[in-house]
């Protein structure tokens, strides 16, 4: 099936800095949601946006919804020990049919 | 909050054995899917399901099967489990309303065939 092209893969940081990831999508999303993973448990949702353009945060995460609606981004400033995992972008398209497209993911890592 | 909860964390079955995986979610969700999740491969939709006994097949169904018989519950069932079936299986459910497109996830159950 289609995917999202989220990049980057994998993330080596110091804490404190701040982290930003992306997806893009070759056709228009309606939906964008970020998803965070942590090792052996099911992804946990972060933000949604339904909107063109919509900003939106949640504490030190902020995601965006590209005003091409062809993309989305997710912001972590400050970044703490705890922010450890996957982060996984998903959205829908008018031909999803309440399924969801996922990216690959990009595994945050922060060195010692 | 919405709660899903799948039956085991951890599961271990031999080759050729019938398993079973159950999900339950208690949000009076009609969407429910069932996920496998490999390094490097990402989430990959088996089944989804959006009305009781209703099922659709997703990206990768086969060697697997799927029942709900009940609105709160989604049943993967492996018919002859078989070791590349080794993996993490991740169910979600999910509102039909516009607008409210979110999937809520269980823990996940990591299955070993051997």
């Known amino acids: 099936g289609q995917q999202l092209n989220q990049s980057p893969q994998s993330m080596f940081i110091q804490e404190g800095e701040d982290v930003s990831m992306n997806c893009t999508s070759s056709?228009?999303?309606?939906?964008w949601l970020w998803y965070k993973q942590d090792p052996g448990e099911g992804p946990v949702l972060l933000i949604a946006l339904y909107k063109a353009g919509e900003l939106t945060s949640n504490g030190r995460l902020t995601a965006q919804f590209g005003i091409t609606r062809k993309d989305s981004f997710l912001n972590i400033s400050a970044s703490i020990p705890s922010d450890v995992g996957i982060y996984f972008c998903a959205g829908q398209n008018l031909d999803s049919n309440y399924q969801l497209i996922w990216g690959a993911g990009t595994k945050l890592i922060i060195k010692p | 909050d919405v709660k899903v909860t799948q039956s085991s964390r951890y599961l271990v079955k031999r080759t050729g054995e019938k398993v079973f995986l159950e999900c339950v979610q208690d949000?009076?969700?009609?969407?429910m899917f069932w996920y496998r999740q490999d390094p490097g491969l990402g989430l990959r939709l088996i089944y989804f399901s959006y009305d009781v006994k209703m099922k659709e097949k997703g990206d990768i169904p086969e060697g697997y099967s799927v029942s709900r018989e009940k609105k709160e519950r989604f049943s993967l069932i492996l018919e002859s489990a078989s070791t590349n079936q080794t993996s993490m299986y991740l169910c979600?459910?999910?509102?039909?309303?516009?607008?409210?497109?979110?999937?809520?996830f269980g823990p996940g159950t990591r299955l070993t065939v051997t």
């Open positions: 979600a459910s999910s509102f039909q309303a516009a607008g409210s497109d979110e999937q809520y």
């Open positions: 056709s228009i999303f309606n939906t």
């Open positions: 949000m009076d969700h009609e969407n």
